[in-house]
């Protein structure tokens, strides 16, 4: 997909997801959406796409860290509940309670007993927040193995990226086909009529984000709300006012001028005398 193409649609729906956001506070409307997948199958670009041109203050990201010896002794699903949407919040769970079914049953965080009984338990407490009131809708992010490959190679070669390479997903990248029978469990026991699973292909990042955000959108009940006008008042007058001489550093300014795209930054042009 050209970028060009990319830009325009992504551009559009980041007017209905504006106007979906505009409705979610006025409604009060509570909304969670799960993203889980495989290493590299793109849930952060996803996210990304959907929360850059969003306020910070309605959408919020959740990935957390590993659980504390504390929350390791609570019961499994404790720990996420005090991050599910209040009133006019969208959740975005980048990994969730699904971990459980996934990498910590793959990698051997958890026994088989505690797989299990987390996947007889799950529907029923999904069940539960759906009846709250919020909106649950659950995105699996498929990626082929070829794919995958090629992306981790990427990340190994660009030190833009190194830092998303971690010892567990290379782990991880061993276990394809352990990974693919946890899944298959994960979904034969969580598809449910209140909470199925939605899966995007997403070898192609960029259509993939596309899809997933047109369907999000098309499962929220929302409605584009009546705009006033808006126009800028006047700015007052000076009144005598004029900058004073104060002992301030301007930063030095290497990308000034007419200049900007001939010259290069070097370490002294990023000092402050």
């Not at 060009?4 to 409307?29: N, P």
């Not at 929220?220 to 005598?240: C, D, F, M, T, W």
């Amino acid at each position: 997909m050209k970028e060009k193409d990319y830009q325009h649609e992504l551009r559009r729906l980041h007017g209905e997801l504006v106007a979906m956001q505009e409705w979610v506070k006025s409604t009060g409307a509570k909304v969670c959406v799960v993203f889980e997948g495989r290493d590299t199958a793109g849930k952060g670009g996803t996210i990304k796409a959907i929360t850059e041109r969003v306020s910070p203050r309605v959408f919020r990201v959740m990935a957390l860290p590993a659980p504390t010896e504390r929350e390791k002794s609570q019961m499994y699903l404790q720990r996420y509940v005090p991050h599910l949407p209040a009133a006019g919040e969208v959740v975005i769970f980048d990994r969730s309670w699904y971990n459980r079914a996934g990498v910590e049953r793959v990698l051997g965080f958890c026994t088989e007993e505690q797989t299990k009984q987390f996947l007889q338990a799950v529907p029923e407490v999904e069940r539960a927040i759906v009846d709250s009131g919020v909106i649950l809708l659950k995105y699996w992010l498929e990626v082929s193995p070829e794919e995958q490959t090629r992306r981790l190679r990427n990340r190994i070669e660009d030190p833009r990226k190194i830092w998303k390479l971690s010892a567990m997903d290379l782990k991880s990248y061993s276990r394809w086909y352990d990974y693919s029978r946890a899944r298959d469990d994960m979904f034969r026991t969580t598809d449910t009529a209140w909470a199925p699973w939605f899966i995007a292909r997403t070898d192609d990042k960029k259509r993939g984000r596309l899809n997933v955000l047109t369907h999000l959108l098309a499962n929220i009940p929302y409605h584009s709300l009546s705009q006033e006008k808006v126009a800028l008042p006047k700015r007052q007058k000076a009144n005598g006012y004029h900058d004073p001489e104060l002992p301030v550093r301007l930063i030095p300014e290497p990308y000034g001028g007419s200049d900007i795209s001939h010259r290069k930054a070097t370490k002294a042009d990023s000092l402050v005398s």
